[in-house]
T-cell receptor, first 116, second 113 residues
Framework: GAVVSQHPSRVICKSGTSVKIECRSLDFQATTMFWYRQFPKQSLMLMAT???????TYEQGVEKDKFLINHASLTLSTLTVTSAHPEDSSFYICSAAGWGRGAEAFFGQGTRLTVV | AQSVTQLGSHVSVSEGALVLLRCNYSSSVPPYLFWYVQYPNQGLQLLLKYTTGATLVKGINGFEAEFKKSETSFHLTKPSAHMSDAAEYFC???????????FGTGTKLQVIP
């Protein structure tokens, strides 16, 4: 399968600071990328969908000014958590879909964010 | 609305016993169905997927699932559980292409020695 790399795998930041998470498709062009959030012992909830070169589409209830998503190239999407607070602590996972990859979206390994 | 439902948030089996994790879907369009496994503090690993064609799908680690349209089900099975199978399993769905994946609530599998 295709490879999606997510970085960093773990990050601890102070409350009020911003954190950027990168999601890269290493061996295919990702026309669409998805960002998910997973609360402890819960399922994955879609936060937003981004298409290369376009503004992200956010799910209902997700603050677009807090979770900034950029998908400037076919291999890179970034999620920036701005002015992070402890309640933003969570596991964030990206996935990527692209031409020739059929129905499957390929997932990164996730980022564990802890805000202290 | 399109969705997947996983029956049972926790399933316990003895080592060597049959594993059966249940998933039902609701969709107005032909579904693409997936099973993912997640180990603690890790990302998702695809076990298997159904898109079109053969309804019995074989995946990694000895898992398989059967798409049953009449029952709107996609249950995951493994003939003999190993200790290493203990993890959380997610059934997931999308309608193909570049569509978002919708996840079930997950089933935590415990394997008892």
């Amino acid at each position: 399968g295709a490879v999606v790399s997510q970085h960093p795998s773990r990050v601890i930041c102070k409350s009020g600071t911003s954190v950027k998470i990168e999601c890269r498709s290493l061996d295919f062009q990702a026309t669409t990328m998805f960002w998910y959030r997973q609360f402890p012992k819960q399922s994955l909830m879609l936060m937003a969908t981004s298409n290369e070169g376009s503004k992200a589409t956010y799910e209902q209830g997700v603050e677009k000014d807090k979770f900034l998503i950029n998908h400037a190239s076919l291999t890179l999407s970034t999620l920036t958590v701005t002015s992070a607070h402890p309640e933003d602590s969570s596991f964030y996972i990206c996935s990527a879909a692209g031409w020739g990859r059929g129905a499957e979206a390929f997932f990164g390994q996730g980022t564990r964010l802890t805000v202290v | 609305a399109q969705s997947v439902t996983q029956l049972g948030s926790h399933v316990s089996v003895s080592e060597g016993a049959l594993v059966l994790l249940r998933c039902n879907y609701s969709s107005s369009v032909p579904p693409y169905l997936f099973w993912y496994v997640q180990y603690p503090n890790q990302g998702l690993q695809l076990l298997l997927k159904y898109t079109t064609g053969a309804t019995l799908v074989k995946g990694i680690n000895g898992f398989e699932a059967e798409f049953k349209k009449s029952e709107t089900s996609f249950h995951l099975t493994k003939p003999s559980a190993h200790m290493s199978d203990a993890a959380e399993y997610f059934c997931a769905f999308n309608s193909g292409g570049y569509q978002k994946v919708t996840f079930g609530t997950g089933t935590k599998l415990q394997v008892i020695p």
